[in-house]
Structure formats: structure tokens, C-alpha cells
């Protein structure tokens, strides 16, 4: 079965940072776009950046400039380095792939289980 491992999450000061990572694995075809969205309680799960296989990478006003997400095909896995961190940008940070597998062939959207980020003094 896929999994998606994210890990990198943790407490940071503000104005410091992190690197988040996440790892697809199982019987995977191909991975369209890999994406991070991020979850604040009792608030609507938010796109905060994506990486496409074709195309631009896209981020969320209030990120851009300070994030930036990358991806390594080989490794199946995306990251998200994040700078200059605000105390807004505290939320569960969730890994999706739009993959195929050698059991579907066709594109799902795939979950990771979430890694916390709080950034407090």
C-alpha cells in the first residue's frame, strides 16, 4: 500500500526555521504533484505550496518568500524548507501525492498523517 511519511516538524522560535520532508512509498507508478497544506484546528485545510511535474511551482501569498518546496523524483519525496518563521504559521503540516499505482492506473490523492509546526518563544 502507498504511505506517505512526513517528518521535520517541531517547535521553532520566531524568525527561525525548518525543513519539512516527506517520503512516498509502495507500489507507485508515477507521482503527478506533491503538495504541503497545513491545518490550523477548527479552521479549513489551506494549500501552502505544490510542485507539479510539469509546470511552475505555486505557494500561498502569506508564504511566499519565506518558503520553498522542492522534490527529488528519485527519492519519491518532497520538502519544504521554511524561513523566517511567524507564529501564524503554526498548523499541522500534511504531505499529498496525486499518484498511480500498479494496482489502480489511474491518479489518486494520497495523505500523509501530518507533522505539528508551532513557532513560539
Known amino acids: 500500500q502507498v504511505q506517505l511519511v512526513e517528518s521535520g516538524g517541531g517547535l521553532v522560535q520566531p524568525g527561525g526555521s525548518l525543513r519539512l520532508s516527506c517520503l512516498a512509498s509502495?507500489?507507485?507508478?508515477?507521482?503527478?504533484?506533491m503538495t504541503w497544506y497545513r491545518q490550523i484546528p477548527g479552521k479549513e485545510r489551506e494549500l501552502v505550496a505544490t510542485f507539479p511535474t510539469r509546470g511552475s511551482t505555486n505557494y500561498a501569498d502569506s508564504v511566499k518568500g519565506r518558503f520553498t518546496i522542492s522534490r527529488d523524483n528519485a527519492k519519491n519525496t518532497v520538502y519544504l524548507q521554511m524561513n523566517s518563521l511567524k507564529s501564524e504559521d503554526t498548523a499541522v503540516y500534511y504531505c499529498?501525492?496525486?499518484?498511480?499505482?500498479?494496482?489502480?492506473?489511474?491518479?489518486?490523492?494520497?495523505w500523509g498523517q501530518g507533522t505539528q509546526v508551532t513557532v513560539s518563544s
Open positions: 509502495g507500489p507507485i507508478v508515477s507521482i503527478n504533484a
Open positions: 499529498n501525492a496525486r499518484l498511480s499505482t500498479y494496482y489502480t492506473g489511474v491518479l489518486n490523492d494520497y
